[in-house]
Every structure is written in structure tokens, then in C-alpha cells.
């Protein structure tokens, strides 16, 4: 949606601000949703990575990539779910 306002729930700016991605009201949910999915997809290549390197162990794998998922909730939404809970107005 070209010219379209998108209003962040306070909960999901609060999020998104820890990952260090800030939304103006013309930042199209899709765009800030694949910058988090980006990230997260980075996190985990780096966990992965340190498996390999045997930095952590096997067994704790998985209990990191849980807490990695967690951390990363809003991925947890399609993006239909994002457009529609950031209220599109185009009035623009």
C-alpha cells in the first residue's frame, strides 16, 4: 500500500525497538517484518555456528533456539495479522 499510515501497537514498537528497528507511520509492516526475520534468521546462522565450533553444547541447542524463537515473537504473526493490527489508514 503506497501512501498508507500504519499505526505500531505500543507492545510490538516496544518489541521492535529492542531489536533496534524503529517504524515511522510509512514503514509498510511487510518491510519491517522481513528486517526482523532477517535478523532472526542472522541469530540463528550464529548459534548454528557456534554448535559447529562446539563453543556450545548439543544439548543446550535447543533450549537456545526456544529462547531465541521466544525473544523473536512477532515473527510469530503473519503478515496479514501485522497489516491488520497496524491499522492501515490511507488517507495517507
Known amino acids: ?5 500504519w499505526t505500531y501497537p ?3 514498537r516496544a518489541a521492535l525497538l529492542g531489536f533496534g528497528l524503529a ?5 509498510a509492516p511487510a518491510v519491517v517484518r522481513d528486517a ?3 535478523l532472526y ?7 548454528r555456528d557456534r ?3 562446539g563453543v556450545i553444547e548439543k544439548t543446550a541447542y535447543v533450549d537456545l533456539v526456544i529462547a ?7 515473527l510469530t504473526l503473519p503478515l496479514p495479522a501485522w497489516e491488520r493490527i497496524c491499522q492501515a489508514d490511507a488517507s495517507g
Not at 500500500?1 to 499510515?5: D, P
Not at 517504524?23 to 514503514?27: E, L, Y
Open 36 to 38: 526482523l526475520n532477517d
Open 41 to 47: 534468521r542472522f541469530e540463528l546462522r550464529r548459534l
Open 68 to 74: 531465541l524463537r521466544r525473544q523473536y515473537w512477532p
Open 1 to 5: 500500500m503506497t501512501g498508507s499510515r
Open 51 to 53: 554448535l559447529r565450533a
Open 23 to 27: 517504524p515511522t507511520a510509512g514503514t
Open 10 to 12: 505500543d507492545e510490538l
